[in-house]
C-alpha cells in the first residue's frame, strides 16, 4: 500500500528483473538521470539523493503534489521504453513494483540516515575504497561536493547538509560534508558502526517506514482514514503489523475502560490478574497480533502467560463469561 500525502517524502529502491545488471555503461546511468529530471519537472518531484548499482537504484525524493504513484510509473515506464529502444530490448526491465518507504517528515536524523546509507551505497557494496567516495560518478554525492552552477537544478541539496548541521551551501559546507561522508565512509568499510547504527543500516531497506514510534503510528492512521487498510491485500509484512497492532490498540483501550483500569495500573496488577487474561485472550482471539506484543501493552511478563489466556478466554465461566459478552458488546 502507497502512502501519499502534500510533501511526503521517501526513499525508493528497486532491482533489475531477475537482479539482472540494469547499468552496463555510463550511457545507461546518464538515461536514468536525464529521466529523473523530467520527471522533477514534469511532476514537481524534488530529489534530493541517488545511487545506481549495477543491478538496483536508490532515490531520495519528495512528493510536494502528493503524487508518488503518477510520478513513479511516468519514470519508470519512460526509463524502461527509452532504455529497450536503446538495447534493442523488450519486456520487464524492473524486478516487480519498486519500494517506496516513507520517510519521518519531523525528525531529520530519519532522512540524514537515508541520505548516509543511499551515498554509502558503493562503499557497504565493496565497490569504492575510502577516500574514493566522490570518484563514484553513479550517485548524487560528487554533485554535492561541485558548485551549484554544476548541478541539476532539480537537486535539491540544501535539506540533506541542513540535517547533517550543515548551514548552508558554500565551499566550506561542502569541504564538511565531504569530511562527514568520510568519517561515514570508514566507519562502514571498517565495520564500526555502533550495534545501534547496524541495527537501523541492516534495516533501511526492510519495513515500510523510516521514522519514529509516533510518525510510523500517523502513518498507520493516514492509511485507516483513506480506507486502505485491507490486511489480506497488503504485501508488506511490517505494515500488516503495524496495521494489525493499531486496530488492536483501539480494542485494548476499550477493554482497559470497560474495567475502568488506568493505563499505570497495569503496573500494581499481578501478571495474571483476570482481567488482564481475559483482554489477553480476546486480543490473540480476534487479531493476529504477537503474544510478545500483547504481554508488553498488558505488562503480563513473559509471553507465555498469554498462551493461558486463551484458554482462560475460550473457557470462561460464570462472572467472567458475563464479563467476556459485555465486553463483545461494549467493543461493538
Known amino acids: 500500500m502507497r502512502i501519499e500525502y502534500p510533501g511526503a517524502r521517501y526513499h525508493v529502491m528497486c532491482r533489475g528483473n531477475q537482479s539482472r545488471d540494469i547499468f552496463q555503461r555510463q550511457e545507461d546511468a546518464d538515461l536514468f538521470v536525464r529521466c529523473l ?23 531520495l525524493l519528495e512528493t510536494p503534489q502528493g503524487n508518488l504513484v503518477d510520478a513513479m510509473k511516468w519514470f519508470q515506464g519512460t526509463f524502461t521504453q527509452r532504455y529497450n529502444a536503446r538495447h534493442k ?3 520487464h526491465l524492473f524486478q516487480g513494483r519498486y519500494k517506496a518507504k516513507v520517510v519521518d517528515d519531523k525528525d531529520a536524523s530519519y532522512f540524514r540516515k537515508v541520505s548516509d546509507y543511499i551515498h554509502l551505497n558503493p562503499a557497504d557494496a565493496g565497490v569504492v575504497q575510502p577516500g574514493q567516495l566522490a570518484d563514484y560518478r553513479w550517485s548524487s554525492y560528487p554533485l554535492y561536493l561541485a558548485s551549484p552552477s554544476k548541478r ?12 547533517c548541521a550543515i548551514p548552508n551551501d558554500s565551499l566550506t559546507s561542502r569541504r564538511a560534508y565531504a569530511a562527514y561522508m568520510e568519517l561515514r565512509h570508514q566507519a562502514v568499510a571498517l565495520d564500526q ?3 545501534e547504527e547496524r541495527a537501523d543500516w541492516m534495516h533501511m531497506e526492510r519495513g515500510w517506514v523510516h521514522g519514529a514510534r509516533a510518525f510510523r503510528d500517523r502513518m498507520v492512521s493516514c492509511l485507516e482514514e483513506n480506507g486502505k487498510a485491507h490486511l489480506k491485500s497488503l504485501v508488506d509484512a511490517e505494515q500488516k503489523r ?6 488492536a490498540e483501539a480494542v485494548l483501550q476499550k477493554c482497559l475502560a470497560y474495567f475502568r483500569i488506568e493505563q499505570d495500573g497495569l503496573c500494581r496488577m499481578a501478571k495474571s490478574a483476570p482481567e488482564k487474561m ?21 505488562v503480563m511478563g513473559h509471553f507465555t502467560t498469554v498462551s493461558r489466556a486463551m ?22
Open 242 to 247: 503495524d496495521l494489525t497492532e493499531a486496530a
Open 152 to 163: 541539476p537544478e532539480w537537486l535539491n541539496v540544501l535539506s540533506v547538509l541542513s540535517a
Open 311 to 332: 484458554k482462560f478466554y475460550d473457557q470462561a465461566e460464570g462472572e467472567w463469561l458475563k464479563n467476556k459478552e459485555q465486553i463483545l458488546k461494549f467493543i461493538g
Open 193 to 195: 558502526l555502533s550495534a
Open 89 to 91: 530490448l523488450w519486456g
Open 278 to 298: 481475559l483482554i489477553a485472550g480476546l486480543l490473540r482471539y480476534h487479531y493476529p497480533v504477537r503474544a510478545e506484543w500483547v504481554s508488553g501493552r498488558l
Open 37 to 59: 529530471g523530467e520527471m522533477c519537472v514534469r511532476n514537481q518531484v524534488v530529489v534530493y539523493a541517488w545511487c545506481l548499482m549495477r543491478n538496483h537504484y536508490h532515490l
